[in-house]
């Protein structure tokens, strides 16, 4: 194994232990489907990297920030639901992605797939985990009073549009992270799917903060060795062994 696909492993199981923490936030707002559709708002990003010979990595990120914005925006400016805003910039995303992605180039941009990073891709693939736990975990307490309480949140000086706003962004940092191996259609399944084991083992937040984190890697890590000597397709099977720990998730609640 090179050195290149060595800060590849690593930085996709870093991007698997981001996706555990961040999806048990999302199971506590209801909002574990966003992250399949906001995953989505990449695609037209990844079209016009395709088109002009750019790393595609960088044209989903910059739709991905760009289309995060654009939601909170909506959200605190029209009074509408995060889920429906998500909706409209999930629709109008999919529909321009699929018409401006060159056909040989569709499949890469909705399942990803294994690719050697860079030593500067691993550096800013470092520093985008590094701002994503240290604003989780300065930002825990904030979080949680605003999740079941905003009148108690904005009595204690909370800014809650502020706090929503640096969880929408981390959010999506985290998927960027995700694209390169699991392309935009899978990517919001490593949110959505452990956190979900999580909430079936854990016994407190904490726990459950581990426990989706765990999941998360152990699903990448098994995901990695699996498509490498069965020679499957990395994305579909980390997914796989996701949805299996899921389901023994369930065995062990029982």
Request: cysteine-free; charged content about 10%; proline content about 3%.
């Amino acid at each position: 194994m090179t050195t290149n696909e060595i800060y590849a492993v690593i930085l996709s199981l870093l991007a698997a232990a981001s996706a555990g923490i961040v999806g048990s936030f999302a199971l506590m707002k209801k909002m574990t489907l966003a992250g399949d559709v906001i995953s989505h708002i990449a695609l037209p990003g990844l079209g016009l990297a395709f088109l002009f010979k750019i790393n595609p990595i960088i044209g989903g990120a910059v739709t991905l920030i760009l289309g995060t914005i654009l939601i909170w925006n909506l959200e605190k400016e029209t009074g509408l639901a995060t889920e429906t805003t998500i909706g409209v910039i999930f629709a109008a995303s999919v529909a321009l992605g699929a018409l401006i992605t060159p056909r040989e180039d569709l499949i890469d941009a909705l399942f990803g797939g294994f690719a050697p990073t860079s030593f500067l891709g691993f550096i800013m693939g470092l520093g985008i985990v590094a701002l994503i736990i240290i604003f989780l975990f300065k930002f825990k307490n904030k979080l949680m009073i605003s999740l079941f309480s905003p009148e108690l949140a904005a009595a204690t000086d909370i800014n809650v549009d502020r706090v929503n706003l640096y969880y929408l962004l981390s959010f999506s940092l985290t998927i960027i992270l995700g694209l390169q191996f699991l392309g935009a259609l899978l990517v919001g399944a490593l949110i959505i799917v452990p956190a979900a084991i999580g909430r079936q083992l854990a016994r407190n937040f904490d726990m459950f903060l581990i426990v989706s984190s765990t999941a998360s890697v152990l699903s990448v890590t098994l995901g990695i060795l699996v498509s490498f000597y069965l020679s499957l397709s990395l994305g579909p099977t980390i997914i796989s062994i996701a949805a299996i720990l899921f389901a023994l998730s369930l065995i062990r609640r029982r």
